[in-house]
C-alpha cells in the first residue's frame, strides 16, 4: 500500500551510543568515582570526588580510609546542599557499580530529579571524564608528593581542585576554566602589564596573572 501511493516506510530510530549520549547532554550530566591515594604509612585513603561534564568542574567529595555506603550517601547530601538550586540542572548522574554507592547514594540525586546512570561492568571508558581528571590530579600532583596523613591529602587535593577550576585552561574548552575568570578579559584588554607567578603547593604548581 505504501509503494502504491508512493510514500516511503517510516525511517527507523536510531540508536543513541554512549559518546554522542555524553556529547548531547554533558551540560546537565554529573560523574563520581573514587580513587586511593597511599601514605608513606603504607594507609590507604580513598578519595570521592564529583565532576560536571559541560564544564569539567570538579568537586571534592571527601577522604576517608574506610568508605561506606552511609558515608558516600552524606557526601552527596552535602554537595547538594553546598550548591543549592544549581543542582536542579543535572538530569543524569553517571556511576560505577561500585558496592559504596548503594541506593540511599541514588536516592540522593533522584530527590534532585536526576536519573541514576550506571555504567557497565569494567568499562572505565564509559566514565572516561571521571577517569582522566584521576590521571590529571596524579600526573600533576599526587605522584610528586609524599602524603603523610588524611588531613594533608584533604588540604592538598583542596589547593589542586581550586587550581583545575579556576587556573588551569582545558583543549576541551577552547583554554578556558571550568570556573570563569578575569583570563579572557585580560587577554583582550590593552596595555597590560607583565605577568606576575604565584607558587602553589611548594612550587610544584605555577600560576600565572597580569600584574596590576
Not at 578519595?47 to 570538579?58: D, H, P
Request: charged letters at 25%; proline letters at 5%; aromatic letters at 8%.
Amino acid at each position: 500500500m505504501l509503494r502504491a501511493h508512493g510514500l516511503d516506510p517510516a525511517p527507523r530510530r536510531a540508536s543513541t551510543s554512549w559518546r554522542p549520549f555524553l556529547c548531547q547532554q554533558a551540560a546537565g550530566i554529573i560523574a563520581c568515582d573514587f580513587f586511593t591515594v597511599d601514605t608513606v604509612w603504607l594507609r590507604r585513603l580513598h578519595v570521592l570526588f564529583f565532576i560536571e561534564l559541560g564544564s569539567r568542574r570538579v568537586h571534592l567529595g571527601g577522604v576517608t580510609d574506610h568508605p561506606t555506603g552511609l558515608w558516600v550517601a552524606q557526601q552527596a547530601r552535602n554537595l547538594l546542599v553546598n550548591l543549592g538550586d544549581q543542582a536542579a540542572e543535572w538530569k543524569f548522574s553517571i556511576r560505577d557499580r561500585d558496592a559504596k554507592s548503594t541506593r540511599v547514594f541514588d536516592d540522593v540525586w533522584r530527590s534532585t530529579g536526576s536519573e541514576v546512570i550506571c555504567t557497565p561492568v569494567q568499562a572505565p571508558n564509559a566514565n572516561a571524564y571521571a577517569e582522566r581528571w584521576v590521571g590529571t590530579v596524579r600526573r600533576e600532583c599526587l605522584d610528586q608528593l609524599l602524603i603523610v596523613g588524611r588531613q594533608q591529602l584533604v588540604r592538598v587535593l583542596r589547593r589542586y581542585v581550586e587550581h583545575y577550576n579556576r587556573r588551569r585552561p582545558h583543549r576541551g574548552l577552547a583554554y578556558a576554566t571550568p570556573v570563569p575568570s578575569d583570563r579572557a578579559e585580560a587577554r583582550n584588554a590593552p596595555n597590560l602589564g607583565r605577568l606576575r607567578r604565584r607558587d602553589v603547593l611548594g612550587g610544584l604548581i605555577h600560576e600565572y596573572a597580569y600584574a596590576a
